[in-house]
């Protein structure tokens, strides 16, 4: 059970009781919290670096700071958010440190989309698309991302990425005129 | 954002089919997550109820530990190393005149905290572990499952160090009064390639050693500029055969360059056991007569990232570059290369003679952006190539502090195309430049791929060194290719080790094998390799004889051991094979008859042993070796000998006789 930024309000509920008793030290309900969430993380990680092994990687990155990191999770903003801009950090971390992946990112990125090919139209061309929009300045990529594969408002993807609306939308048009060639 | 197209192309991202997530990889990551809400539960649980009276008492060591327990991917020695260098650091500080130049100048880094004492820095150091997670969870788990951590140790990575680095320049300069804790920590960042130490072995199973000769001098001069600065370097920097061979020594040299070599061997009692002896090796290059002068054609290929822009590298690999033009001559050509910031050929081939212009080239560059200069290094191997001088040098001299992002960002494609380069006569030679960036591995992967050789410069003297006193040997090759092959006689040596060229060690089979890259020595480079063996029946023996088939040992008393070296000539592929025995002639009975060199050399891999935390040798004193060192000092004209001895003082004040070397985690306590 995925849970996204557009869930009912009685997950955000269950979500915000969960985070609290986790924060005050069950393990249980920190073990519920991280399987409610594996799905959407994994999820989002598999959209930023389009391989499984660096999703997997990721996720796991992800696991293990919330775990550290819990305790310092204020409930100013969703959980959900907090998690994106864990997940977001973590991608940008991997990809800073280790280049040398690239080689194995760009091999995975002529199969990775296309691995859902007969579900999708124009196959070729998304292929293409995503591999551009991966490729774009971090925060390009994580605004058109957030946006468009993740389907938020640019408010809610203001809040993650911890910057002001009119720069997420700055950031789209940016994105949106460096890809101009393909759209 | 207001578009009105009916399709909006980047609506196509959504619903994006995404595999669903692995069982196995599911499960692995959550029990992770689990594992690290725990270890942090444990830690944060005394530490919270000893907030409200005072934090200063709480430990480090128990945030630290429960660290290591939670992310077993960081190195274990890293923190206890760190921990160690607080203590000492603050000892050192206020025992000795040895303070850094340039601590002063990054304090300011962490101004934010007052000058309290340590144990107040204690408590911020655990207090927002939390937080710092959140905002920057980057700082210790960093690439945690990439890969790279496995293959290389990074020094100690507090985050505070990175910041300091790059925020110094442009604080004020604080009052000068150091708070003994406010010293930078240990620098981060630098990474080295692990590597295990020689094993001992017995002659009876492996009577036969195989290395190939290493003439790179960085890890003495990493070690020494943080022994300088107070800091014992991580065991993995330390390469004790890079540490021998720093300093020259006086061998008879060859007499053509037909025959480049000539071995000079000798055989004296081990100074750190008196059971077992050392068997020295020394070897120095052919120097071709003053008259000659081959034509050079260097391709400077300069870093000019953002991080260079700090006092000791840019502006010191200027000067540096400034002295190595000024032994240049008519028939050299100089041009210049610049990646990442400011990309692009700064200088096409000029003559050497036209310094003013070349000068005036190296002056302009400058440190700023992080751009990737995409094609560095085909740049300049394409300017190398343009200036191609038949009969002489070839060579690209990079430079960089640590990023090696000049185009070819695949470690293993680069290191292809700088071999490719080579086999067509462009050699590739590297220079490292300040710290807290510094990726020696890489570093030495690429030099000794591109037959040439890695130094760091940690100073202008250290320039003036590479650059003008071993000129010759830095850029005039006199033989490539050169292996050594030791066979001992197991009548006389029971057991033998080999003291450093751990990262250089050969296969049996590899020696006879020309296609098996190895070693080049430049003009004049001096070598020196050091055994240490055991002579049958001395007591000396670690390895037990074995019980079944051991066979009698044959072949006479005579011969302790028999040298083989293999050197091709710098344009030749075939190798040419060196023997020689050593006899009970090169034997002395007593350490104060051999030659002020190997006494010095002996004090050199003591100390590179002690430093490392080797299992041998570690039970020779400080002041044992700093006597012996001082003993072989020589004439030292150039003072470096004289300058080992400070630092074989200096390490023995930043890690005591008394105590050993805290054993890195294992205990997770202080060690004093």
């Known amino acids: ?183 | 954002m207001s578009n009105d197209m009916q399709h909006d192309p980047l609506n196509r991202l959504k619903g994006a089919g995404v595999p669903d997530p692995r069982a196995a990889a599911k499960q692995r990551a959550l029990a992770a997550g689990m594992a690290a809400f725990e270890a942090t539960r444990k830690k944060s649980s005394p530490a919270t109820q000893g907030n409200h009276w005072g934090q200063r008492l709480t430990s480090i060591i128990t945030s630290w530990k429960g660290k290591t327990i939670m992310d077993m991917r960081l190195p274990i020695g890293t923190a206890a190393v760190a921990l160690l260098l607080l203590p000492l650091g603050y000892q050192l500080y206020s025992t000795t005149s040895m303070t850094p130049a340039d601590t002063a100048k990054q304090q300011p880094a962490m101004v934010e905290a007052p000058p309290v004492e340590p144990a107040a820095t204690a408590e911020r150091a655990e207090a927002p572990v939390a937080d710092m997670a959140v905002s920057a969870p980057a700082a210790p788990m960093t690439g945690g499952n990439t890969g790279i951590v496995t293959r290389q140790m990074s020094v100690g990575s507090p985050p505070a160090a990175a910041m300091a680095e790059s925020d110094a320049l442009y604080r004020p300069a604080p009052p000068p009064m150091p708070s003994p804790v406010m010293l930078p920590a240990e620098p981060g960042g630098d990474a080295f390639a692990s590597f295990d130490e020689q094993r001992l072995k017995a002659v009876a199973e492996e009577p036969v050693s195989t290395f190939s000769i290493d003439v790179d001098t960085a890890s003495y001069s990493y070690a020494r500029r943080l022994l300088e600065d107070g800091y014992l370097p991580a065991p993995d920097a330390v390469r004790i055969e890079e540490m021998i061979n720093y300093f020259p020594y006086d061998y008879p040299a060859a007499e053509s360059a037909a025959v480049p070599f000539r071995p000079t061997m000798a055989v004296y009692p081990t100074p750190w056991n008196e059971k077992t002896q050392l068997l020295q090796i020394g070897i120095k290059g052919y120097v071709p007569p003053a008259g000659e002068d081959k034509p050079a054609n260097l391709v400077f290929l300069i870093d000019t990232s953002g991080s260079m822009n700090e006092p000791d590298k840019l502006p010191l690999l200027k000067r540096a570059f400034g002295l190595l033009i000024g032994q240049l001559s008519a028939n050299d050509t100089v041009s210049i290369v610049a990646y990442a910031g400011s990309a692009g050929v700064v200088l096409e081939p000029t003559a050497a003679t036209d310094k003013a212009s070349i000068l005036a080239a190296l002056d302009q560059l400058a440190a700023g952006g992080s751009t990737a200069g995409a094609e560095g290094i085909t740049l300049a191997y394409r300017l190398a190539e343009q200036a191609k001088v038949a009969d002489g040098t070839n060579r690209v001299i990079l430079a960089t502090d640590g990023d090696f992002n000049v185009g070819i960002s695949d470690p293993d494609a680069l290191e292809d195309f700088i071999r490719i380069k080579r086999d067509s006569g462009i050699t590739l030679s590297v220079l490292g430049f300040g710290r807290g960036n510094l990726d020696d591995a890489t570093m030495q992967a690429l030099a000794q791929n591109g037959n040439g050789n890695a130094s760091y410069i940690s100073s202008f003297r250290e320039a003036q060194k590479v650059l003008v006193e071993e000129m010759g040997g830095t850029l005039d090759m006199i033989a490539k290719d050169v292996k050594i092959q030791v066979e001992f006689n197991p009548a006389v040596v029971s057991e033998y080790r080999l003291i450093g060229y751990e990262t250089r060690a050969l296969n049996r089979e590899d020696f006879n094998n020309d296609a098996v890259d190895a070693g080049d020595v430049g003009a004049g480079h001096t070598v020196t390799a050091i055994y240490e063996i055991t002579p049958v029946g001395s007591g000396g023996e670690l390895i037990d004889p074995l019980r079944y088939g051991t066979q009698a040992a044959t072949g006479s008393g005579e011969e302790i051991a028999f040298l083989k070296m293999r050197y091709k000539l710098p344009e030749s592929d075939v190798s040419q094979l060196i023997e020689q025995k050593v006899t009970a002639d090169a034997v002395y009975g007593d350490i104060a008859d051999v030659s002020d060199d190997m006494r010095f050399a002996a004090a050199v891999a003591a100390f590179g042993q002690k430093l490392r935390g080797s299992h041998y040798g570690t039970a020779m004193g400080w002041d044992a070796i700093e006597a012996l060192a001082r003993s072989g000092k020589g004439s030292d004209e150039s003072g470096y000998r004289a300058e080992f001895i400070q630092l074989v003082r200096a390490a023995s004040l930043l890690q005591p006789d008394t105590g050993s070397r805290c054993d890195a985690g294992a205990s997770g306590e202080v060690c004093e």
Not at chain 1, 10 to 37: I, K, P, S, Y
Not at chain 1, 63 to 78: H, I, W
Not at chain 1, 156 to 166: D, F, K
């Open chain 1, 1 to 183: 059970m995925g849970l996204t930024a557009a869930a009912p309000i009685e997950a955000h509920a269950v979500t915000r009781a969960l985070v609290v008793r986790a924060q005050n030290g069950d393990a249980e309900a920190f073990a519920e919290l991280l399987a409610d969430h594996y799905d959407m993380i994994h999820r989002t990680a598999w959209k930023w670096c389009g391989n499984r092994a660096d999703a997997e990687d990721v996720a796991q990155d992800v696991c293990v700071k919330l775990g550290s990191a819990l305790a310092g999770f204020d409930g100013r903003s969703a959980f959900s958010s907090w998690v994106y801009r864990i997940t977001l950090n973590a991608v940008r971390d991997m990809q800073r440190a280790g280049r040398r992946r690239g080689k194995y990112a760009d091999a995975y990125a002529e199969i990775s989309p296309g691995e859902q090919a007969p579900e999708q139209e124009a196959a070729a061309t998304s292929g293409q698309l995503w591999q551009a929009v991966r490729q774009l300045p971090e925060k390009q990529r994580d605004a058109v991302l957030l946006v468009y594969a993740e389907e938020l408002s640019h408010a809610a993807a203001a809040e993650i990425m911890g910057i002001r609306e009119a720069t997420v939308s700055f950031h789209v048009h940016e994105a949106r005129k460096t890809l101009r060639g393909l759209l």
